[in-house]
């Protein structure tokens, strides 16, 4: 698991946050990780989320489709939204449009698309679960130039994926 500042830092909110579960207390947090995108360029991939952006481009590929260029402000944002999730135990997209908007002021994004997921071990299993649904293909096979991408696992070891596509 990479170490960062984020990751201290969104650790300890989240410490603070379990104190008080309310639905303000949530929305105050999930301010606190919108924000991050404007202060981190950088992002450290680990395997699992180094394989996903693979596989999904190499799908591209396979169609004939222009591969994806990751961006690490858009994998800043879909880091905070695997926080989010994690803090209110369940798969959402859950402020979307506060991610859009984000997005659209830190990099510039024309158009935003999301796939989120849970419980999957490995990069394969979710980019085939993404595949076999619809919608989720749609954003991987769609209109997009630049993605992001985020893997966070709970305390029982279970993996949150937020998988963010964007057109400049």
């Not at 639905?23 to 999930?30: A, L, P, Y």
């Not at 879909?78 to 997209?93: C, D, K, P, R, T």
């Not at 908007?101 to 999301?114: H, M, Q």
């Not at 985020?150 to 305390?155: I, P, R």
């Amino acid at each position: 698991m990479r170490k960062s500042t984020l990751r201290f830092i969104m650790l300890l909110l989240l410490a603070v946050s379990t104190v008080s579960c309310a639905k303000e207390s949530i929305e105050e947090e999930v301010n606190s990780y919108n924000h991050t995108a404007k202060e981190k360029v950088n992002f450290d991939y680990s395997a699992i989320e180094t394989e996903i952006l693979t596989l999904v481009n190499e799908h591209r590929k396979s169609l004939d489709l222009a591969p994806l260029a990751p961006i690490a402000e858009i994998s800043v944002e879909a880091e905070s939204h695997n926080y989010y999730m994690l803090e209110v135990g369940e798969v959402s997209h859950d402020n979307f449009g506060v991610r859009y908007e984000n997005l659209v002021k830190t990099v510039g994004a024309k158009a935003v698309s999301e796939n989120v997921g849970y419980g999957y071990r490995t990069a394969d299993a979710v980019v085939k679960a993404w595949l076999n649904s619809k919608g989720h293909k749609e954003n991987i096979e769609g209109n997009h130039s630049h993605f992001g991408v985020s893997v966070l696992d709970d305390e029982n070891g279970r993996n949150y994926f937020t998988n963010i596509f964007i057109r400049k």
